[in-house]
């Protein structure tokens, strides 16, 4: 069964902490999402990464393809990264389409 | 370049109704995949269109049904509605294989009564 875990389910954390968000999976992937929602639904790309780093800002995402792990991590959080942090993963057996998990949601308060 | 839209926002339907739901795909992408998200979980596959074709197909019943236009828009139409379908639906283009991921849009929320 391909799965997507992520750890933890739910992150409360002060203004400027570093935070990371951890994102497992069972069988060999060709590629790796890290989403972000809002409430109301709206979901934002954040990276698409299928090996090493990749940095965006605040934010960075790291992948180990031997382990099926990869992190997300956000530099001197502020309240407004606030969100649902999502992992999703294409496997290589399962088409083009990607696979969710559950989500972290994170609670940055000031 | 626009985004992925999807219309309409809000919907509320009575068990036993259809729905249609309709994205249109962002520029320059071929493929659109639909997920549903019930409250507090991550999304789950419905179905992928690419290139007018399904590719793709997660565990739905047959009342989920779905097509993709020339232009790589694209609808999805849920039959004799039930209580359990009320859930966000999320349409997201890309282009097949490519590196860049997924475009989102907004999200269809249906409520069935």
């Known amino acids: 069964k391909n799965e997507v875990e992520q750890s933890p389910q739910n992150l409360t954390a002060q203004e400027g902490e570093f935070i990371t968000i951890n994102c497992s999976y069972s069988v060999g992937i060709s590629a790796l999402h890290w989403l972000q929602q809002h409430p109301g639904g709206g979901i934002v790309s954040l990276f698409m990464?299928?090996?090493g780093k990749k940095k965006h800002g605040r934010l960075i995402a790291t992948i180990n393809i031997q382990e099926k792990h990869s992190s997300l991590h956000i530099t001197a959080s502020h309240p407004r990264d606030s969100a649902v942090y999502i992992c999703?993963?294409?496997?290589?057996?399962?088409?083009?389409?990607?696979?969710f998990g559950t989500g972290t949601s994170l609670t940055v308060i000031p | 370049e626009t985004g992925v839209t999807q219309s309409p926002t809000h919907l509320i339907k009575t068990r036993g109704q259809q729905v249609t739901l309709r994205c249109s795909s962002q520029?320059?992408?071929?493929?659109v995949s639909w997920y549903q998200q019930a409250l507090g979980q991550g999304p789950q596959f419905i179905f992928q269109?690419?290139?007018?074709?399904?590719?793709g197909r997660g565990n739905f019943p047959p009342r989920f049904s779905g097509l993709q236009f020339p232009n790589y828009s694209s609808e999805l139409n849920v039959n004799a509605l039930e209580l359990d379908d009320s859930a966000l639906y999320l349409c997201a283009s890309s282009v097949f294989g490519g590196s860049e991921g997924y475009t989102f849009g907004s999200g269809t929320r249906l409520t069935v009564v």
């Open positions: 999703a993963v294409r496997y290589w057996s399962g088409g083009n389409q990607f696979y």
């Open positions: 520029s320059g992408h071929n493929t």
């Open positions: 990464l299928s090996s």
């Open positions: 269109y690419y290139r007018e074709e399904k590719n």
